[in-house]
């Protein structure tokens, strides 16, 4: 999400500092009953806008582990990254949470975490352990950066919604679309390496010149684009969004049902299914962190069936747990893509900021 994104949980949560428990410190002590250095109750959690988690599932974990979780939002993950590479080693807090694939090798490359195997990871298909050597980041979900679309808005003008990334370019298709800057927003990014993935190294930086002539509008955020610009969204609607074509994530279209008034029996919005890239989210111990071993039992957590089962319906993302189930609305309103673009880690890390640079040239000149 993210997709988080992620991302789509936005459209309810907070933004700030939310404290999800009391904090403090307790003494430890030996088995002799000597006084040893005090303990952080206080495990604090950083991460990107978009994280939300039911209280009692959080709830849940400090009765297992005597922590309390404080979540503090960060920006968007790009920002929120960017954050912590400037704090390095006296990070904001304990774990980070959303880095995602687009952005892994800008935090792992700068030492922004220390290495910790998560218990339960073997849980996870290794498919999404892009560090598995080291174990310095942890999967945590999965999802798909795509292009959504207001249905109302294509019906009202008898117009097929676009399907493919070649169809955003057409005529009929003017002036529509509304994009996240892929250096200031994950799905911005990940929408920008799947143009490369789908056109090539070379071939890309032609398509967006299409897109640019064919009045694609830029703005710096999902939150912005989603909820202000695009003409389909709960905030969209208030904002008065004229924008009918938006870049989110396949699992957007369930946010819309679960928070309508009234409840539609069908999502709103749909999913262009040939424009989306895959997209899997980490978490890390921060190098610094003042509680450790409340961040390890953290990140132990956040990859727990408890966890996993909790977040579709809060960030709108997919768990990585095999053994983690969906709920029935999200797999009713959501999209499944079968064949989303891909890019490897070392690729990314290659062609990322050359890519995000020229791109800035072509579509913002």
Known sequence: MSIKKAAAAALVAA??????????????RDAAGKSGAPVPKTVTLVS?????????????????????????????????????ILTKGSPQGDVFFGVDNTLLSRALDNGIFVPYE?????????????????????????????????????????????VTFDDLAKPQYKNLLVVENPERSSPGLGFLLGTAAKYGDDGWQAYWTKLKANGVKTVDSWELAYNQEFSGSAGGKQAKGDRPLVVSYASSPPVEVLYG??????????????TCFRQTEF??????????????????FLISKKFQEDMPLQ???NPVAKDAALPELFTKHGVVVDEPETMTPEKIAEKRDPWIQQWSSLVLK
């Open 48 to 84: 990107h806008d978009s994280f939300n988690a039911s209280k009692e599932v959080l709830a849940d974990f400090t009765k297992q582990t005597g922590f309390t979780v404080k979540v503090l939002k960060s920006g968007d993950a790009g920002e929120a990254v960017n954050k912590e």
């Open 118 to 162: 998560a218990k339960g990871l073997d849980r996870v298909p290794a498919a999404y352990q892009l560090d598995k050597e080291r174990h310095r980041v942890t999967p945590i979900d999965s999802g798909d950066i795509c292009v959504n679309y207001d249905k109302k808005y294509f019906a009202d003008k008898k117009l097929a919604p676009p």
């Open 15 to 28: 933004l700030g500092v939310t404290t999800l428990a009391a904090c403090g410190t307790e003494d430890v």
């Open 283 to 300: 978490a890390g111990l921060l190098n610094g962190a003042k509680n450790p071993e409340g961040g390890k039992a953290l990140i132990d």
């Open 261 to 274: 008034e009234p409840q539609p029996k069908v999502a709103p919005t749909g999913v262009s299914t040939g």
């Open 315 to 317: 960030m709108f993302v």
